[in-house]
């Protein structure tokens, strides 16, 4: 958790530092964040889809660590949750507009809270489930179909024969 903490606050400390050099460089401005940007409200505006995205975010994660299939897809859900939100967070407040870049923040934490909630979640339903099967695993009573006939011996699995 250190090291994710770290990383985040380094990552939004050098995204602040870019908006800088870039707004000096004339490349970028602050009335680029301040334009209306309809496709990307949802980063600084969070409503109940923010909820609906960390949570699947944060199962999607938990089912693939958990079965043994973890792979870049975890790291890029989890990663379209938080990445935007912190760095609008950094840029916002690299600019000095401190209403999106409180609404990124709550954004942020938003999805942060929906993913742990959602692994921890997985993990319950997980234990039941597997609990379940081996409740039923243990008063299971092995049946044999009475309407099966055993499969014939094949050539390779009949016994030789001693022709001497």
């Keep these: 958790m250190q090291a994710l903490t770290v990383g985040f606050v380094v990552a939004m400390a ?9 707004t000096a460089a004339g490349l970028v401005g602050r009335d680029m964040l301040l334009a209306e940007r309809p496709m990307t409200d949802f980063i600084w505006r969070p409503d109940a889809l923010s909820w609906v995205v960390g949570l699947l975010a944060g ?9 043994k299939k973890s792979g870049s897809l975890v790291g890029v859900l989890i990663s379209v949750t938080t990445v935007p939100a912190a760095a609008n967070v950094a840029v916002a407040s690299a600019y000095g507009v401190w209403h999106e870049a409180a609404g990124s923040a709550l954004q942020l934490v938003i999805n942060l809270a929906a993913i742990v909630l959602a692994g921890l979640l997985t993990l319950v339903v997980q234990l039941c489930w597997w ?7 243990a008063h299971a009573v092995p049946r044999q179909r009475a309407d099966r006939r055993p499969a014939p011996v094949s050539a390779s699995r009949r016994p030789r024969r001693d022709d001497g």
């Excluded at 050098?14 to 870039?22: D, E, F, G, K, Y």
């Design 131 to 137: 609990r379940h099967v081996a409740r039923r695993a």
């Design 59 to 67: 199962v999607a994660g938990m089912l693939s660590l958990t079965s």
């Design 14 to 22: 050098a995204t602040v530092l870019s908006t800088w050099a870039l």
